[in-house]
Nanobody, 121 residues
C-alpha cells in the first residue's frame, strides 16, 4: 500500500511559479514510478508528467518545457516544479503511483486527494 498526500497548491498570477509536493508513505515507495495528473472542472483527468524508478521523465505536450518532475527517495517525496504558469493550467493536481506507468490514469494504482492550483490572468 502507498498513501499519497499532495501540498503546495494555491493562487498565482500568470507567468508565476509553484512547486507541488507529494509525500508518500509505505516502505515500497522506491519500487513505484510516480506521476502527476490534473483535472479541470468538467474535463477529464489529464496526464501532466511521470518519472520512472530509474529517472526517466515524460511530460504532456501542454506542459513540456515549463514543468519539471523530480523525486527524492530519501524523503519519500516527489515534486512538480511549475514555471511560466498560464490560466489554462488551473486544475486540481493529483499525484499517483504505478508499477507500470504511462499516460493514462487507469495505469496508476494509488492516488492522492489532490491540490488546487489556480492561475489568474
Amino acid at each position: 500500500q502507498v498513501q499519497l498526500v499532495e501540498s503546495g497548491g494555491g493562487l498565482v498570477q500568470a507567468g508565476g511559479s509553484l512547486r507541488l509536493s507529494c509525500a508518500a508513505s509505505g516502505r515500497t515507495f522506491s519500487s513505484y514510478a510516480m506521476g502527476w495528473f490534473r483535472q479541470a472542472p468538467g474535463a477529464e483527468r489529464e496526464f501532466v508528467a511521470y518519472r520512472t524508478r530509474i529517472g526517466g521523465t515524460y511530460y504532456g505536450n501542454s506542459v513540456k518545457g515549463r514543468f519539471t518532475i523530480s523525486r527524492d527517495n530519501a524523503k519519500n517525496t516527489i515534486y512538480l516544479q511549475m514555471n511560466s504558469l498560464k490560466p489554462e493550467d488551473t486544475a486540481v493536481y493529483y499525484c499517483a503511483a504505478a508499477q507500470s506507468p504511462g499516460y493514462t490514469a487507469g495505469e496508476y494504482d494509488y492516488w492522492g486527494q489532490g491540490t488546487q492550483v489556480t492561475v489568474s490572468s
